[in-house]
């Protein structure tokens, strides 16, 4: 079992180049199952979650080049299954765009039911809506999900919530149905990524990134493209944050700035600075103790759920009293749990939390209990006296390439340590 050790306080201070959107890469990678042909993609982040997807697609019959740790090449042309193993897809929430993927492509799809970090209640049920408008039959039971069309055809699709994960799967399903489907109430950046990679294998999808997006269905998609995955705004985010929470100075490169503009506004709000430096390049600095803010957590363009935790430790040791109010998963907040070990005062109940700010954190054995809590944590860790250690690594990992590494870059004092298991006598 592995665990990362971290001795604070650390003002970070440095570069740190961005990886490619995790929350893209998931989806372009099942997108490929569309294609006729190969494709390239790279700036991939090299994360478990991306291995684990790739494990799946050979399964399926694709053959997968790697031609450096960010880069590869994916043929698709001799697919010759529809049922995803069952043990793969239970590892990952983002293993469902295989039903949308499968569907457009074979009409016939079994996949097991999603797994992924553990939020709440995240149903599929603006999935199945979407499926079925297109002419599917779906069935949930018996830990997998089956869904079939004699053949799709496109429809108007209003999803009742904003899911970036529903419009994706619906997209990728009627990118091959005969007609046109238009998808309401849906806008995201990881979603015109994912337009954008099938319009360049072929797609006609237009309105990405606005409320209304309109697929026109096309007869194939013919690959032999090459396509980059966008800048991980999320991962962006973690490291403005850090600096922030650490009173550092770190030049974020290879990001999309107008992504982070939701994050840049409270950072300035709380008395930090962000200075947008042109082309890909953000700098964040904080030379004092921050300002206490009120968050409340939205789809796109509002804050991102997903740095949510990582805001959480920041005004941990802000100066008064903030209060977030989350309004996507109502377990969101079981990383305030593992700061108040560390000495925050944090009180958590429902879909709120009030941080009354303290001077400093201490250091503590914590367990990451998701992706964005354990990067909360490591920040927590940074700042804090003493040794931190952060368990349940496996979080971390599916969605943070290099993690250490980068912030150890930076001037933190990390390591990742392998414990033994004690094994019974």
């Given amino acids: 079992m592995d665990k990362l050790v971290i001795t604070g306080k650390t003002p970070l201070k440095g570069d740190v180049i961005i990886s490619g959107a995790k929350n893209a890469a998931v989806a372009i990678l099942p997108a490929t199952l569309l294609i006729d042909g190969v494709c390239t993609i790279d700036n991939l982040p090299n994360i478990s979650d991306v291995k684990i997807f790739c494990d799946i697609l050979k399964e399926l019959g694709a053959k997968i080049t790697w031609i450096s740790e960010n880069e590869l090449t994916i043929d698709t042309r001799n697919i010759s299954e529809n049922n995803a193993p069952l043990d793969m897809t239970s590892k990952f929430r983002a293993s469902y765009y295989l039903i949308g993927a ?190 206490k803010v009120n968050i409340k957590t939205l789809p796109y363009p509002g804050f991102p759920t997903d740095l949510q935790p990582q805001m959480g430790v920041v005004l941990s040791t802000a100066n008064g009293t903030s209060i977030i109010n989350e309004s996507i998963w109502e377990s969101r907040f079981q990383y305030t749990e593992e700061l108040n070990k560390m000495g925050a005062k944090i009180t958590a109940q429902g879909k709120t939390a009030i941080f009354e700010g303290v001077e400093s954190l201490s250091g503590a054995p914590v367990y990451a209990t998701d992706l964005r809590a354990g990067a909360a944590l490591i920040i927590a860790g940074i700042i804090a006296d003493g040794k931190t250690e952060v368990y349940n690594l496996n979080h971390i990992d599916r969605g943070y390439e290099n993690i250490e590494e980068k912030f150890r870059k930076l001037g933190a004092n990390i390591q990742r340590v392998s414990e033994e298991v004690a094994k019974d006598e």
């Fill in 102 to 291: 499968l569907l457009g492509r074979c009409k016939n799809v079994t996949v097991g039911m999603p797994g992924g970090c553990k939020l709440g209640a995240r149903p599929i049920d603006q999935h199945i809506k979407g499926f079925e408008a297109l002419g599917a039959k779906v069935d949930v039971g018996q830990g997998k999900i089956t869904a079939k069309a004699d053949k799709l055809v496109g429809n108007s699709v209003y999803l009742d919530i904003v899911s970036v994960g529903a419009t994706i799967n619906v997209m990728l399903c009627a990118v091959l149905a005969e007609g046109t489907t238009i998808i309401d109430n849906a806008k995201e950046p990881n979603i015109v990524d994912v337009a954008n990679f099938l319009n360049t294998m072929g797609a006609d999808i237009r309105g990405a990134g606005t409320d209304v997006i309109k697929i026109n269905g096309v007869k194939k998609l013919h690959g032999n493209a090459t396509y980059s995955v966008v800048p991980d705004q999320i991962e962006a985010g973690t490291f403005m944050l850090a600096a922030v929470a650490s009173r550092g100075d770190v030049t974020i490169k290879n990001c999309i700035t107008k992504h982070l503009e939701p994050i840049t506004a409270k950072i300035l709000e709380m008395g930090a600075y962000a200075e947008d430096l042109g082309g890909d390049t953000l700098r964040v600095w904080c030379d004092k103790t921050p300002n």
